[in-house]
C-alpha cells in the first residue's frame, strides 16, 4: 500500500484524465501508534489528511502499489511513451534543452525531464550526488485499510486510518 501526497497528486493531475482513474481511497484520519514497550501504544489521532486537501488543494490517496504501477504503466503506453525495464543508470547529463540518461547497456536516451523511479537505493540519486548511506529515521509508515466500524474477520472496506511508530534510533 502505498500514500500518495498531494504534491505527487497535483503532477499526477497534469496527465489529462490520470487523476480521476487513480484507484484507492482518500485518507480522512490518521492514527500515530509508539511501538515502545514504555508507551501505552495510542500517541494520537489528528484529521491532517482534511487540512492538507484543503491547503494543498489534493488529498492524501492510499493505493495498492502494484494497481498505481500497472494504471501508469498503461496511461504511458497509451500516450506513445515508452518504459525501459531492465537498463541501470550509469550518468545523467542536463543542459537547457533537457536531460539525456545515459545506461550501462549503451542505451542513452533524451527528454525534458527524468522521472527516476528506483526505490531506497536509487541509482538516479547516486548519480545525481554521490555515494550516501541510508539513514534509519526511528520512524516507520504502515497504511491499514479497515473501517472503523468494521468487525474482525470481514472484508476491508475502505481506507481511514494511517498509522505511525517511533522507535529509538540505534548508532
Not at 516507520?140 to 481511514?160: E, L, Y
Request: proline content about 5%; aromatic content about 6%; some cysteine.
Amino acid at each position: 500500500m502505498k500514500s500518495l501526497q498531494p504534491n505527487g497528486l497535483r503532477v499526477l493531475s497534469l496527465i489529462p484524465g490520470l487523476f480521476a482513474s487513480i484507484p484507492g481511497k482518500d485518507i480522512v484520519s490518521m492514527s500515530s501508534y509508539s511501538t515502545l514497550q514504555e508507551d501505552d501504544g495510542l500517541l494520537g489521532d489528528n484529521d491532517v489528511p482534511t487540512d492538507v486537501r484543503e491547503v494543498f488543494g489534493y488529498p492524501m490517496r492510499g493505493v495498492r502499489r502494484m494497481e498505481l504501477i500497472k494504471l501508469l504503466v498503461d496511461t504511458a503506453e497509451a500516450q506513445g511513451i515508452p518504459i525501459r525495464w531492465d537498463h541501470r543508470l550509469t550518468n545523467i547529463e542536463q543542459s537547457d534543452g533537457g536531460v539525456k540518461a545515459i545506461f550501462a547497456n549503451g542505451y542513452i536516451d533524451t527528454g525534458a525531464f527524468l522521472v527516476g523511479c528506483d526505490g531506497l537505493h536509487s541509482a538516479t540519486r547516486t548519480v545525481l550526488f554521490g555515494e550516501e548511506p541510508t539513514t534509519f529515521l526511528g520512524l516507520t509508515q504502515v497504511c491499514g485499510a479497515a473501517s472503523p466500524n468494521q468487525k474482525r474477520g470481514s472484508t476491508c472496506i475502505r481506507i481511514d486510518r494511517w498509522h505511525q511508530s517511533h522507535s529509538k534510533r540505534q548508532g
